[in-house]
């Protein structure tokens, strides 16, 4: 008997679940490689951007220390000793290096000149700005540690911060606009600047060329720089001493000199004693101001009080004109931006000191070559003593006849000056301005003297000038340069 097999055949799908398992499997592969490659190079952008930030940061805070070394009151300034003095010029072709090696381990040698060694952080772009190899002359000076309160901390990773004077060719622009739509910028002259532009004119004020360069271990290097000119205070006087006051009873300006007939040697003059010009001798806002002016002064002690007519509206005292003149800077008659200068003027101090303050109280490093400013805040007593720069009262400011100042003095806030004693030779060369704004409005002023009363008060633009040192540098452009 013949056995019959039932033959089954295979289903045209049989297999089908493990190739789906497969090719399921590879795509879960290929989408964690793709993964692992995503955060690999999520990883490296990261750390690349985390390392150009840090570097970049690093070169503006070198930047910045430069910039603010350049003040006269940071106690580590680089004036006067490597910045020259207010009038002159830091000379083209001179580069001061702040620098900056990294303590290690393993410490770093840092030296801007190496021009064939990389490891030692060259400045490569001095060449591209002044056409020469390395600076002519060359001040090397160490950073400071601006993290000394944290023990053991270092200062940011740059490695030198290069100060030096400008020209064209160095920033690439055409300041005096004598080549418009040109290429050729000139190689020879400074770069000054007025307190609004730029400008090859000679002014008592140089543009500056800060450039940074720092580098991380990890061989990230940034250059970045900036051009700065200073801001200095621009305050402008139009006599010899401002008397600021409402102008209304009670509250107006009056000058209490010696009777007639008493020892008086005090006077005022306006015609300046650096430049020949001429201003009032005291300088009021209103009639009544004028009025009591005119009576203790011209009317006591004519011949004391010197000026000229510069125009109706600004006379010197002892003319039947009145002598209200209009302020070329500021408004010296409102309380709140009097407040406001007290404020600027005690931020950029060199000295602030609390009154009641006598001369002993003076900062030592002051003299005619390191005017200096100076806050004293509250009453102030000067006796046989001369200081110089500008110095600022809140209080009230007593002095002897030989006492004096070269620069500017303004007593704003009590508005009270009083010479007393015998002595005599003591001279204010410069201008002085009184205002009372206590209570936050206009009050009475009044500058009283004993007999003989010293010199006076003789106007002075240079010393006027001279007390006027920047309060800061701005920054008027800002650039990163590729490196090397």
């Keep these: 008997m013949k056995l019959q097999r039932k033959i089954r055949r295979k289903g045209e799908q049989s297999g089908i679940a493990l190739l789906l398992s497969i090719f399921v499997l590879l795509l879960v592969c290929v989408v964690g490689i793709a993964m692992l490659a995503a955060s690999g190079t999520e990883t490296s952008l990261s750390g690349n951007y985390r390392s150009s930030t840090s570097v970049y940061y690093a070169a503006l805070s070198g930047l910045e220390e430069g910039r603010s070394r350049l003040l006269p009151q940071n106690p580590n300034s680089l004036n006067p000793a490597y910045i020259p003095a207010y009038g002159s010029t830091l000379a083209l072709g001179h580069a001061i290096y702040i620098t900056n090696p990294s303590p290690g381990p393993p410490a770093d040698t840092v030296d801007p000149t190496a021009l064939g060694n990389p490891d030692q952080f060259p400045d490569t772009e001095w060449i591209h700005e002044f056409g020469t190899a390395i600076p002519s002359t060359i001040t090397t000076i160490p950073s400071v540690n601006n993290l000394a309160s944290m023990a053991g901390a270092q200062n940011a990773l740059y490695k030198w911060v290069r100060i030096n004077a400008l020209t064209e060719q160095a920033i690439q622009i055409d300041v005096n606009n004598t080549n418009p739509g040109g290429y050729t910028y000139n190689t020879s002259k400074i770069i000054y600047f007025d307190g609004t532009n730029l400008n090859r004119n000679v002014a008592p004020y140089q543009a500056l060329g800060i450039t940074a360069l720092a580098g991380l271990p990890d061989g990230s290097r940034k250059l970045l720089q900036y051009v700065v000119g200073p801001v200095p205070l621009g305050l402008q006087f139009n006599a010899a001493l401002t008397m600021v006051s409402p102008g209304s009873a009670p509250s107006i300006?009056?000058?209490?000199?010696?009777?007639?007939?008493?020892?008086?040697?005090?006077?005022?003059?306006?015609?300046?004693?650096?430049?020949?010009?001429?201003?009032?001798?005291?300088?009021?806002?209103?009639?009544?101001?004028?009025?009591?002016?005119?009576?203790?002064?011209?009317?006591?002690?004519?011949?004391?009080?010197?000026?000229?007519?510069?125009?109706?509206?600004?006379?010197?005292?002892?003319?039947?004109?009145?002598?209200?003149?209009?302020?070329?800077?500021?408004?010296?008659?409102?309380?709140?931006?009097?407040?406001?200068?007290?404020?600027?003027?005690?931020?950029?101090?060199?000295?602030?000191?609390?009154?009641?303050?006598?001369?002993?109280?003076?900062?030592?490093?002051?003299?005619?070559?390191?005017?200096?400013?100076?806050?004293?805040?509250?009453?102030?007593?000067?006796?046989?003593?001369?200081?110089?720069?500008?110095?600022?009262?809140?209080?009230?400011?007593?002095?002897?006849?030989?006492?004096?100042?070269?620069?500017?003095?303004?007593?704003?806030?009590?508005?009270?000056?009083?010479?007393?004693?015998?002595?005599?030779?003591?001279?204010?060369?410069?201008?002085?301005?009184?205002?009372?704004?206590?209570?936050?409005?206009?009050?009475?002023?009044?500058?009283?003297?004993?007999?003989?009363?010293?010199?006076?008060?003789?106007?002075?633009?240079?010393?006027?000038?001279?007390?006027?040192?920047?309060?800061?540098?701005?920054?008027?452009?800002?650039?990163?340069?590729?490196?090397?």
């Excluded at 005291?282 to 002064?297: A, E, L």
């Excluded at 806030?413 to 009372?436: R, Y």
Aim: aromatic share 10%; charged share 10%.
């Design 253 to 484: 300006a009056s000058f209490n000199p010696p009777l007639v007939g008493n020892p008086f040697t005090f006077g005022v003059n306006g015609n300046d004693q650096c430049s020949g010009a001429h201003v009032p001798a005291i300088g009021v806002f209103n009639n009544p101001d004028w009025q009591s002016m005119f009576n203790f002064t011209s009317v006591n002690h004519p011949g004391q009080f010197l000026g000229t007519t510069v125009s109706n509206n600004e006379v010197e005292v002892g003319s039947t004109s009145t002598m209200i003149y209009p302020s070329s800077s500021m408004n010296w008659q409102d309380p709140v931006q009097l407040a406001n200068l007290v404020q600027t003027i005690q931020n950029g101090a060199d000295s602030v000191i609390a009154g009641p303050a006598t001369n002993a109280n003076m900062p030592a490093a002051m003299n005619s070559g390191n005017p200096m400013m100076v806050v004293v805040n509250g009453d102030l007593t000067l006796n046989s003593f001369t200081g110089y720069g500008l110095l600022l009262v809140t209080g009230k400011l007593t002095y002897t006849g030989d006492s004096g100042w070269k620069g500017i003095v303004l007593v704003i806030g009590q508005g009270t000056v009083e010479e007393q004693g015998s002595a005599g030779g003591g001279e204010f060369d410069g201008a002085v301005l009184v205002a009372n704004i206590t209570g936050g409005v206009l009050g009475a002023t009044s500058w009283t003297v004993d007999n003989p009363g010293g010199n006076g008060i003789h106007y002075n633009s240079c010393w006027i000038s001279t007390a006027q040192r920047p309060i800061t540098y701005k920054v008027l452009s800002f650039r990163e340069i590729p490196y090397p």
